[in-house]
């Protein structure tokens, strides 16, 4: 009886991490949240609410009027995947660089021309994400990045030659997505 009692409160558990909650008003227990998809929302900011979500896997804010991301950020702790993708960003705060267990970061289609040297203490990130954004240079910092990152995704960024060479040599393993540049002149 125990038995099935335990594999039963498992099967719940995992339930739970497999809910996608797509409205703040469905959330009935900040604890039971793992994802959270808002997009297309028309969100200005990011609701304060989602700070208490102590669980929180994944976070998806893309295609809203995000202009600024607040340094509670950081409390997001469980983070694994952070979607800021198509908001009105311009500035990456130092605090994201603390989310440790943050795998993917999409920032594309913001209007962001930097990252700050912070990002490269997310030992555990895969993926980077910022394709048709004005980023065009890595901080010297980003060297740590070379042993977990497998993507940088930098399509339709305004990039030279020599600015593609750069982040060849900072980040030699990862699989670069970038359009092909003529040096022309």
């Known amino acids: 009886m125990l038995l099935m009692l335990l594999c039963s409160m498992a099967l719940v558990a995992s339930a739970q991490r497999d809910r996608v909650y797509k409205s703040l008003k469905e959330v009935r227990n900040p604890d039971s949240v793992f994802v ?3 997009r297309y929302k028309r969100l200005r900011q990011i609701p304060p609410k989602v700070f208490t979500f102590r669980n929180l896997r994944v976070l998806d804010l893309g295609c809203n009027f995000i202009d600024s991301i607040p340094p509670q950020i950081a409390s997001l702790s469980q983070l694994e995947e952070l979607v800021l993708r198509r908001n009105k960003l311009r500035v990456i705060p130092p605090e994201v660089g603390s989310l440790s267990r943050l795998r993917i970061l999409n920032l594309s289609r913001n209007p962001i021309l930097d990252l700050p040297d912070e990002l490269s203490q997310l030992s555990r990130l895969e993926e980077l994400i910022i394709w048709c954004t004005g980023v065009v240079a890595f901080p010297p910092s980003f060297v740590a990045l ?7 995704d930098m399509r339709v960024c305004p990039m030279t030659y020599d600015d593609q060479q750069a982040i060849e040599d900072l980040l030699p ?4 997505r970038w359009d092909y540049v003529c040096n022309c002149q």
């Open 146 to 152: 070379d042993r977990t990152l497998r993507v940088i």
């Open 36 to 38: 959270l998809k808002l």
């Open 173 to 176: 393993s990862p699989r670069k």
